[in-house]
């Protein structure tokens, strides 16, 4: 069974703070990883991808990988309140069809207070 | 662009009745995807298409039938609703860079479409 876990939070981080979230796979063979936001009552959003071991770093975000340790992380620099949403973490083969079908994990709550 | 469009944004059923939830994406990509997401078991996968005319069961497809009626609309029907049915669904289409060593999957999703059932 491929999995993706995530703590379910809350994550609670003041204003400006530095937000840390967490992600590990269990299928060896997924090569591309995906960061989600969803806000209350919306639908999930592609904020960042990361294909290769390493940091990618896009704005305020930035996406760690390690393949080794089966483990993905996205950093939030000074955290404001409207990033406070919802955080999926997805994984997958790159294939076409099937196989190439996302995991997802159940998301992180990130809470940014004032 | 709309993207990925899903109608309707909101209905309630009673239970037995029936109903199709509609996709459509002007994103002209071949793999399509509704998923269901309930509070506490986050997104799971009822049915994909990977490519016009196929369709493929996931992980919770009792209950649920689909239709790739073309490249562009993916439907899921419920024939006979059950309040277990009661969630949020999203319709999603996914990205498929063919180079010459790696695809790369990205996912968009539709807006959802609040479902309660009596």
């Known amino acids: 069974q491929k999995e993706v876990e995530q703590n379910s939070g809350p994550l609670s981080v003041p204003e400006g703070a530095i937000a840390s979230l967490n992600c590990t796979y269990s299928?060896?063979?997924?090569?591309?990883f995906f960061w989600y936001r969803q806000y209350s009552g919306k639908s999930p959003e592609l904020i960042m991808s990361?294909?290769?071991?390493g940091d990618k770093e896009d704005g305020r975000f930035t996406a760690q990988l390690n393949k080794a340790s089966q483990y993905v992380s996205l950093l939030i620099r000074d955290s404001q309140p409207s990033d406070s949403a919802t955080y999926l973490c997805?994984?997958?083969?790159?294939?076409?069809?099937?196989?190439?079908?996302?995991?997802f994990g159940k998301g992180t709550k990130l809470s940014v207070k004032p | 662009n709309a993207g990925v469009t899903q109608t309707p944004k909101f209905q309630v059923l009673k239970t037995g009745q029936s109903m199709t939830l509609q996709c459509a994406q002007d994103?002209?990509?071949?793999?399509m995807y509704w998923y269901r997401q309930d509070p506490g078991m986050g997104l799971r996968l009822i049915y994909y298409?990977?490519?016009?005319?196929?369709?493929d069961k996931g992980e919770v497809p009792n209950g649920y039938n689909v239709s790739r009626l073309n490249k562009r609309e993916f439907s899921l029907r419920l024939e006979s609703a059950a309040p277990s049915q009661t969630s949020v669904y999203f319709c999603a289409t996914q990205t498929e860079f063919s180079g010459v060593y790696r695809i790369y999957n990205e996912q968009f999703f539709g807006p959802g479409t609040r479902l309660t059932v009596l």
């Open positions: 990361i294909y290769s071991n």
């Open positions: 299928d060896r063979g997924s090569q591309s």
């Open positions: 994103m002209n990509h071949n793999s």
């Open positions: 997805a994984g997958g083969r790159n294939y076409g069809g099937s196989q190439g079908n996302l995991i």
């Open positions: 298409s990977a490519s016009e005319g196929t369709t």
